[in-house]
């Protein structure tokens, strides 16, 4: 069961208390680079994002924000490291939350600047600690970033925001490490209020990164923590995204897209499967239903293997049947496969 966390609101959006678990990820762009920059937001509200993250690394950054925040249609988060003066101005430009590492922006009397003006401005800020820049002092004692290492920088830093009474806070405490991810979260669940913005660290390329974000995420979300997650990725941000509804969606937390179900094919096996169900998985990412599709490669025991699927195809030698609620509707050509079960689909659905 999910223990409440405070709700802080992000934009139009709330993270914490009852509400569902939040998708976001962040561009790979230069931010001063405005045209790319709203090209790659652009394309991940399509995909479902509900926050986006941008990199200000200098002043040229920190202004772009303020042309991109009048153009995107999710909420904004600039994210600062450094230079308290890149927070002071990108707050005046109406980010919905700021990321900032209170170890590496200084003195305490930067991060409480940070905070009043995050108060005036109505801002959300992310205490975000990540394994890899932790200060001095606690690798110098440590020798590794442990999990008492980590769990210590971030109540440090959550003393400066408990000083100047800010509660508009959400926590992330990542590393690369799946399992002592796991534990650095599973003890700030238990011992602060704020919202979780969970996930791997530096995961890695899509397929590994994938596993490991899904195997750590899974975990944590099992056991009812985290009130937003981003998958980490070295890809297209929109894998991020894709990868977190597949995650949220195999825990049942948030189905609001189809999901595809595909055999693994084996001998039986007589036409190309792994093309089909490619097919199949392109024309559903124009549907914003949540189905269950199966794509089989046997009419043996397709429908019976897929049966708790709303459609499905299973193929045979030249032929396949198509199905719906592991009923037979039709017998097709393997070559009208994909066209018919979509024929399907639209006829016993409404919104697209």
């Not at 890695?204 to 974000?213: D, I, N, Q, T």
Request: proline residues 4%; positive net charge.
């Amino acid at each position: 069961m999910k223990n409440r966390t405070r709700t802080v609101r992000i934009g139009n959006i709330k993270l914490g208390g009852k509400n569902p678990v939040v998708v976001q990820s962040m561009t790979k762009t230069r931010t001063r680079d405005v045209v790319r920059t709203m090209r790659q937001i652009r394309r991940l509200e399509r995909s479902g994002c509900e926050i986006v993250r941008c990199a200000v690394v200098d002043r040229r950054d920190a202004a772009a924000l303020a042309y991109i925040k009048e153009r995107a249609r999710i909420p904004v988060v600039a994210d600062i490291h450094f230079d308290y003066r890149l927070a002071m101005q990108v707050l005046d430009y109406g980010v919905d939350k700021i990321r900032i590492n209170p170890g590496n922006i200084g003195e305490a009397w930067k991060v409480g600047e940070i905070i009043k003006k995050a108060r005036e401005k109505k801002c959300a800020i992310r205490v975000g600690v990540n394994s890899g820049s932790l200060p001095k002092t606690k690798t110098v004692r440590y020798k590794r970033p442990s999990t008492r290492a980590i769990l210590e920088t971030v109540e440090d830093a959550l003393a400066i925001f408990d000083k100047h009474g800010f509660h508009d806070v959400v926590v992330s405490a990542k590393g690369a490490d799946v399992m002592d991810t796991v534990a650095v979260y599973r003890a700030l669940h238990r011992r602060i209020p704020y919202p979780l913005h969970i996930g791997i660290t530096e995961a890695g390329l899509p397929f590994r990164g994938g596993v490991k974000s899904a195997v750590g995420l899974g975990i944590l979300l099992d056991q009812g923590i985290g009130d937003t997650i981003r998958v980490s990725l070295t890809g297209d941000p929109v894998l991020e995204v894709i990868a977190a509804y597949e995650i949220l969606g195999a825990l049942k937390l948030r189905i609001q897209k189809p999901v595809l179900i595909s055999c693994p094919t084996c001998g039986r096996c007589e036409v190309d499967l792994i093309r089909i169900a490619r097919k199949v998985e392109q024309l559903l990412a124009g549907y914003t239903i949540p189905i269950k599709v199966a794509v089989m490669g046997c009419v043996v025991n397709g429908p019976g293997e897929a049966r708790d699927a709303d459609y499905g195809i299973a193929c045979g030698k030249g032929r396949g049947i198509v199905f719906m609620k592991g009923k037979e509707v039709k017998c097709v050509k393997e070559s009208q496969l994909v066209e018919t079960l979509f024929e399907v689909i639209d006829e016993n659905v409404i919104d697209r």
